[in-house]
């Protein structure tokens, strides 16, 4: 038996799991109908942990009604309510006069069968201040990572990292053994975490603080998904637990009181409760729950449903992975399919369809014969993250349709501020400028002001959000090759794309559906104009130092582009400095396609050529000698052209970058930021560091070709010959295919496996004297990133194909 004390954190308002908590604290949804915090009452006196607190905030008398003073449970329960939210680290902070000892901290809606005394153990015997509960996690970018020594002891700490950032898969479950002097660098009643205020503190003051890695079952009750998993885990007998119910047969278990007719089929395993009325005729598959006191009609048909107490179900009732929370009813033929939720108190007339993924608030009702396609009232997107690796992307009307985008919008101009300023614009499409004005309605519906560009490019609206002194802004653009498919871009106010932080707060506000509303005095008109590319050329020549020279030695360019819009806007700003302009647009942007224009620049005598993205924002650069610039080389031209102009100093450059960097930069006297390798990350930086130059010529391709030109006329000098005075480096690139679930434990080995010296900055930069090799998680596919770096290109092939084959090795030996 245990001799502490324990706190269980309950004051969660569960916003990813509504509408199951619209109506209920997080701890007290039911799991297998028993609220969950009840088994993790019964774990802890089954350890004889008997006298427990429980800090509250919302909804705490639902919880209290429930447990009462805890003699029903065997132990003693001490409530501590939080006024307002205190953070995890305060609310037990808040229940300081019952810490008088070591104790222990779990939470009230997470799902455990842990042996504390084997966690307990451990504490002593590192003779530990603080043990934090870790669980293997083989996806774990929506926990907390701990990295721990061989010893076991804590070294750092990441936040829902990003899978450059995921160096192990040990996660914070939440559950910590305490010595309750940690608390002291707090005062009562002061708002604190845990994992981001308390245990970074601990450790930078070196307090023993040690990571138990248990092996026993932990689920963190967090969205739909996870509450369903934990139901078909317990279901198929993965982790034990009491239930309320008796096991009949294998893999079947009925309550009391419960009736059920001869001709119902039953496929385990099931979960019946008490009092339940099932007709003849219904088919109760595999993993499903029914709650207490519950009427299921003739030839219903039920799979890995999870219903609630005193649920309602008429004739010929289809459900597929659904739940049903308590006291709705069901009318004849309604058909709920996989992932869809009915909240509380709910009514769904005859032959009513809820589509996937669709969740419907408590006491709604929904008529008969009615398709729900949309979250009814509220909407929710559960776990599922809105953004990729620099943008929203989808398909128009299908991922991303008006609603969706309205949405967006106040979500946005909810987080950016409730009285701020919006720069919107969009490419030539109709589909682009449908988002638009969906996102526009949005936007204004929280009394936000918009200022609209009409068509423009990205690099335009970038320009705006600094020109009009905006809070931040959006540019919508399609694909020249597939008009449906749409991309989205959020911009803050320095004009860079948004972080992961602001990223987090908007998928908040979407998700929740927490954004702000204005009274329709508040809601203001569009600010349209329509001439905005002038304005954008106006002060693009205002950035030139040489313009009449450039007017004078009158160069030749050959500019090509899949987008007609931006080759116009490239001829009218570069005709408008003098230059002799030739354009090709483009139907595909390939190998076959530069080569073209690369002969067209030698055969022509063009001085240089150029081939501008779609959205404006980047360049492939030809010179006279038709030569086509990678990208790592361009950017070192950039820089190369900064320092010698004198108009750049601080250099910014993402984590992959060339190392030579820092030599060019050495000689010339300025200073390298490394960033990581995303692009809100390091946009962010270069308009932190005020490197205007930098992002000119490297992000807004159109002005940025003026500035080349700017530069070229100014030394006299060809783009070729520049490009004969950039440094030799040796640089590859590759890619090698790893499953989702193996990214956490590929580059935890090798960063414990390796002899070579590591960064884990992003991802695992391995290094030695003759050069360097980065192996990185990529965002959005199943593969790691390898790029390399040696003296010599042989070397810079061997390292990338040594850690090609380590990884492979790696995933074999699973």
């Not at 308002?13 to 915090?37: E, F, Q, S």
């Not at 950035?543 to 160069?555: D, F, G, Q, Y």
Request: net charge negative; with cysteine; hydrophobic share 35%.
């Amino acid at each position: 038996m245990i001799e502490i004390k324990a706190v269980i954190m309950s004051g969660g308002k569960g916003t990813r799991l509504r509408p199951l908590t619209c109506n209920i604290p997080k701890p007290m949804v039911p799991i297998m109908n028993k609220p969950v915090m009840e088994y993790s009452v019964n774990l802890l006196k089954s350890y004889g942990i008997e006298d427990i607190a429980v800090t509250l905030h919302y909804m705490p008398s639902s919880i209290i009604d429930y447990f009462g003073n805890g003699e029903q449970f065997g132990v003693k329960m001490n409530y501590y309510i939080e006024e307002s939210p205190l953070g995890t680290g305060g609310s037990v902070k808040n229940a300081e006069e019952f810490l008088d000892s070591t104790f222990l901290v779990v939470s009230g809606d997470a799902f455990t069968n842990m042996d504390f005394q084997k966690a307990l153990d451990f504490h002593k015997k590192k003779k530990s201040k603080a043990t934090l509960v870790l669980k293997r996690e083989p996806i774990p970018l929506e926990y907390g990572v701990v990295i721990t020594d061989e010893n076991g002891r804590i070294t750092r700490f990441l936040e829902k990292p990003s899978w450059g950032e995921v160096f192990s898969d040990t996660i914070n479950t939440g559950i910590y053994i305490l010595e309750p002097e940690v608390l002291d660098y707090y005062k009562k009643g002061e708002n604190f975490d845990f994992s981001k205020d308390l245990f970074p503190r601990l450790l930078k003051d070196n307090v023993p603080m040690y990571g138990y890695v248990t092996e026993e079952y932990w689920n963190d009750i967090g969205d739909i998904n996870s509450y369903i998993k934990t139901h078909e885990d317990l279901l198929n007998k993965r982790v034990h637990a009491d239930f309320k119910s008796e096991e009949i047969e294998d893999g079947i278990w009925v309550g009391d009181g419960t009736l059920i007719e001869r001709g119902v089929q039953i496929i385990p395993p099931v979960y019946i409760g008490k009092n339940c009325i099932i007709k003849n005729g219904t088919v109760l598959d595999s993993d499903t729950v029914i709650g207490d006191n519950s009427y299921i009609d003739n030839n219903c048909s039920l799979k890995r449903t999870i219903m609630w107490d005193t649920v309602f179900l008429s004739k010929d009732v289809e459900t597929r992975k659904a739940i049903i929370c308590d006291s709705v009813q069901i009318k004849d033929h309604v058909k709920l399919f996989e992932g869809s939720v009915i909240g509380s108190s709910s009514t769904v007339l005859k032959r009513a369809v809820v589509s996937p993924n669709i969740k419907i608030w408590p006491h709604k009702l929904i008529e008969e014969n009615t398709k729900v396609n949309e979250n009814l009232v509220w909407g929710s997107k559960v776990s599922k993250n809105i953004f990729g690796s620099r943008n929203i992307g989808g398909n128009i009307n299908i991922d991303i349709n008006p609603e969706f985008a309205t949405r967006l919008g106040s979500s946005y101009a909810t987080v950016v501020s409730k009285d701020g300023v919006v720069i919107v614009s969009s490419d030539e499409h109709n589909s682009s400028k449908l988002v638009k004005n969906s996102l526009v309605s949005g936007i204004l519906s929280t009394g936000a002001k918009v200022i609209d560009i009409s068509d423009a490019t990205l690099p335009m609206c970038r320009f705006a959000v600094r020109y009009f002194s905006g809070n931040g802004g959006i540019h919508i653009s399609s694909n020249s090759n597939d008009k449906n498919m749409i991309q989205i871009e959020l911009i803050n106010k320095s004009g860079a794309n948004i972080d992961r932080n602001f990223e987090r707060k908007i998928e908040n506000a979407f998700s929740s559906e927490g954004f702000t509303r204005c009274n329709g005095d508040r809601i203001e008109d569009v600010t349209r104009i329509y001439s905005f590319s002038s304005m954008y050329i106006r002060e693009g020549r205002k950035l030139l130092k040489n313009e009449s020279t450039i007017k004078r030695e009158n160069p030749k360019v050959m500019i090509s582009s899949i987008s007609g819009k931006i080759l116009l806007l490239a001829r009218k700003y570069l005709e408008s400095i003098g230059c002799q302009v030739t354009s090709r647009q483009l139907e595909n942007a390939g190998e076959s396609e530069l080569k073209a224009i690369s002969r067209e620049v030698v055969e022509g005598s063009f001085d240089l050529g150029l081939f501008y993205s779609e959205n404006g924002e980047n360049m492939t650069l030809i010179d006279d000698k038709g030569n086509v610039m990678d990208r790592e080389k361009f950017s070192l031209l950039s820089i190369l052209m900064g320092l010698k102009s004198g108009e750049l100093d601080k250099i910014v450059v993402p984590y992959n970058f060339p190392r030579v960097v820092e030599d060019l930069v050495r000689d010339y006297g300025g200073k390298v930021y490394l960033t990581k390798t995303n692009l809100a990350d390091l946009l962010n930086e270069i308009f932190k560091q005020g490197s205007i130059y930098q992002y000119i010529i490297n992000f807004d391709a159109i002005l940025g070709t003026g500035k080349i030109l700017d530069y070229l006329v100014s030394y006299k000098i060809k783009l070729s010959d520049l490009i004969e005075q950039l440094p030799v480096y040796y640089y590859v690139k590759g890619q090698v295919k790893c499953p989702w679930e193996e990214k956490g434990r590929i580059l935890r080995y090798i960063i414990e496996n390796d002899d070579n010296p590591i960064e884990t900055v992003e991802g695992a930069r391995i290094v030695n004297d003759k050069g360097w090799v980065l192996i990185l998680p990529d965002n959005e596919k199943p593969i790691f990133n390898i790029y390399a770096e040696g003296f010599s290109e042989e070397y810079a092939e061997e390292l990338s194909n040594l850690y090609y084959e380590k990884i492979n090795e790696i995933l074999s030996e699973r």
